[in-house]
């Protein structure tokens, strides 16, 4: 807990660890955020008939699948041809999940979501687009891990809400407790092939999106400025900040 406030917590489901409501947070102007809007979330290719009703009960309209091509026909989203929920998949492309480690070990996580920022803009650009359009429904937004692509997504919503860097830090930082029974299976699986990795891979150190994020501070002049260099529409970033925080002063 930070200053009596606490980092959301997962949603109580069988089959996914990481699936968590970013508007439990108070940003820095005091402004409760608004819940039940936007979710980030691990892997839902495997969640069971009761997980998908609780998503749809805490009213879910829209998935965004930040998979790439090859992850999501390995393991389909159980609500990709769903007729309640729409499906749009926006493959944000890293050099671990996405291409079977083709590229090598990144350097650091934070290199890699700096890389990410930096070569998927028009990718990161469709995915707040498509939030856009759902200003009053629920949207959640998915990776694997729901860590690094989640994470780096989840970081510029944080910011256009106004939470502080110290709450977009600690929610990112949460991610890897809450996966971890899913990042020692994963380990095993590898060990048994012969194939080991970095820990860091498995990990959400707080410093690796604080060196993120300075980095935008750095060559943007801020978060927001980055996020304002996609050619978003005015109106749907306020459409997004809205969202999140319900009417703004």
């Not at 489901?13 to 820095?28: I, P």
């Not at 819940?35 to 008939?49: K, P, V």
């Not at 389909?76 to 996405?98: E, G, K, M, T």
């Not at 750095?218 to 925080?245: A, C, H, P």
């Amino acid at each position: 807990m930070l200053n009596n406030q606490e980092v959301s917590k997962p949603l109580d489901l069988e089959m996914a660890y990481n699936v968590r409501d970013l508007g439990v947070y108070t940003n820095c102007r005091g402004k409760k955020l608004v819940q039940n809007q936007l979710y980030r979330a691990d892997g839902l290719h495997s969640l069971t008939g009761q997980d998908q009703e609780k998503l749809k009960q805490a009213g879910i309209a829209a998935v965004i699948d930040l998979r790439s091509c090859q992850e999501v026909q390995m393991l389909p989203c159980v609500f990709c041809n769903a007729a309640d929920v729409d499906y749009h998949q926006v493959p944000l492309l890293d050099q671990i999940q996405s291409n079977g480690l083709q590229g090598g070990f990144p350097e650091s996580m934070a290199g890699l979501y700096i890389d990410l920022l930096e070569h998927s803009k028009e990718e990161i650009a469709k995915v707040l687009r498509i939030i856009a359009g759902y200003p009053n429904q629920a949207v959640v937004f998915n990776c694997t891990a729901g860590k690094d692509r989640t994470g780096v997504i989840a970081m510029l919503l944080l910011d256009l809400a106004e939470v502080e860097e110290k709450w977009i830090i600690a929610d990112y930082a949460a991610s890897e407790e809450n996966i971890r029974p899913l990042f020692e299976k994963q380990m095993e699986q590898l060990l048994s092939a012969g194939i080991k990795m970095p820990e860091y891979l498995f990990a959400s150190r707080p410093e690796e999106m604080e060196k993120t994020i300075q980095y935008l501070n750095k060559q943007y002049g801020s978060v927001r400025k980055y996020t304002e260099s996609l050619n978003l529409d005015r109106e749907e970033i306020g459409v997004i900040q809205r969202k999140m925080e319900g009417s703004r002063r």
